[in-house]
């Protein structure tokens, strides 16, 4: 595994930007793919090179790459080095799918390799590209349900909880395609992010998407997100997923289901936004969701940046003790609609 330089992407139409250069989360370099490495996010650009199943691993566990629909790519590129190698491919999935155990794209992807009649690479390159043209639709479905609002109201406020944007897929997103797509359709969008703590991916990575694209955003600390929803300041939601189970229980990042109970008790729209990648079919409902439970010292600690650089600090007594579930599971009733791409669709259970 090694860093790399910054390097943009060919120029694609509607990539979004970093710096005003097109960029995605990954490419495929000579020896392996390139990843941005996004824990040094906001505050450093970096890029490292993944050549073996094992620096997948890492980059996957350690979250390097995150986001139920990049971690399923990087893994299915994992288990295309493996292969590669020689490794039995059975075995090669299996270490792989233990790196994070609540987004099933990671499964997903993994049997879609296995199981692929192309070589192991191409299948990989074939995710990459239909996870692509998901997100895209996403956005183009999702649009419909903004301009519907914007057409009482601009700019239309809309929150959403840590980070489904670009950076956790492949391009555009899920649950910020949308808004993109609304941003360059000329809609005024306003984007409230929750900060998203422990790890903050709202306030590091959505917030940097959106700045780099331009798009109008704030960050709030997760626990506003009801205050300004009872003002009237948010006109919908839209999260996005790591495992909808079938009958539409939702797991998501930590924090979601708090959202949602807000916004039901305030009557504002409540979206998911998800690649059919993401849906469990085996699950009935989200009781059997794995949620993952990562590090304490992720709630003890906090990363940031200093006076000399990039630097963490500790937030809580030292002997106190901490708890640290990454994900919760919103149940269907809380949700308004799902927006996939096949199409954006009203949730019949909502308030059932
Ligand atoms: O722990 P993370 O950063 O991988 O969690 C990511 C999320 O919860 C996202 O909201 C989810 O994967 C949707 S991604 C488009």
Known sequence: MVGGAVRPVLRYLHCMNIGGRPYRTLWDTANGIEVIDQRHLPHRFVTAELRTAEDVAVAIREMWVRGAPLIGAVAAYGLAFAIARGDDPVQAAAKLLVTRPTAVNLKWALNVVLQSARSPLEAA??????????????????????????????????????????LACIDYGTATAPIYAAHEAGIPVHVWVDETRPRNQGAALTAYELGEHGVPHTVIADNAGGHLMRQGRV?????????????????????????????KDTGVPFHIALPTSTIDWSLPDGSEIPIEERDPDEVRFIDGLGPHGPTRVRLVPESSPALNPAFDVTPVRLITGFITERGAFANLRHNK
């Open 125 to 166: 390159r074939q995710i990459v590209a239909d996870e692509l043209e998901r997100s895209r639709l996403i956005g183009e479905h999702g649009l419909a349900l903004i301009r519907d609002l914007a057409s009482r109201r601009t700019p239309v406020n809309i929150l959403t909880h840590c980070n489904a944007g670009w």
């Open 235 to 263: 006109d919908m939601c839209i999260v996005g997923a790591d495992r909808v189970a079938a009958n539409g229980d939702t797991a998501n990042k930590i924090g979601t289901y708090l959202k949602a109970l807000a916004a």
